[in-house]
């Protein structure tokens, strides 16, 4: 929840929210990083606007399937995997070269982030799957606030950054990824 506390503070300073107000971010209950970039990536790449995701169990609740389908072709193919065990399957299959995903948001907490150790627990300390329905269910109450409809940020791509896709933007948020060379080493982890 320090996320909610965070982006409530941060709304408060730029306006927009008022003293007390909640808001949250679109997407489940972890980090909402696949929701917005799998509805990003849709707009952008097939304008397509996509209004609700539908998460599809796969081996269990911990792996899901989020897919964009456009006349029987699948355009989009992201992934949630939650938990070690998840998370150590998926660097297998991707090692065979049997993983096909364009995205895949990965938490190490089994159930996301929720379920993670600086959450609420029950008193026991073990697992408590009431109390983390629960959780999910006043975190999904909370009010949707869109980063992209506030005002200050639109603002503030305007004035300190020199627009939305602007070079300076470019440079200053986006990040670029290139290949990494693997080195044969005896302290290699093998998973």
């Known amino acids: 929840f320090f996320l909610i506390y965070l982006t409530s503070a941060l709304l408060l300073r730029f306006g927009e929210v008022k003293e007390g107000d909640v808001v949250r971010h679109d997407g489940k209950t972890s980090d909402g990083y696949l929701e917005h970039i799998f509805k990003h990536a849709a707009k952008e790449l097939f304008g397509m606007d996509v209004k609700e995701i539908t998460y599809k169990a796969l081996k269990n609740k911990d792996f899901q399937e989020v897919t964009l389908e456009k006349d029987g072709e699948t355009l989009l193919r992201f992934a949630a995997a939650y938990g070690f065990r998840n998370i150590q399957n998926m660097v297998l299959k991707m090692k065979k070269g049997k993983f096909s995903y364009h995205f895949v948001e990965v938490l190490a907490c089994p159930g996301g982030c929720l379920n993670g150790k600086g959450q609420a627990q029950a008193e026991d ?29 639109q603002k503030m791509y305007q004035d300190w950054l020199e627009g939305v896709d602007s070079k300076k933007a470019q440079e200053t948020l986006h990040t670029k990824y290139s290949a990494v060379n693997q080195t044969s080493n005896n302290l290699d982890i093998k998973w």
């Open 125 to 153: 300390g073990k697992p408590d799957k009431a109390l983390l329905n629960r959780m999910a269910e006043v975190y999904t109450a909370i009010p949707v606030r869109l980063p992209e409809t506030n005002v200050q940020v």
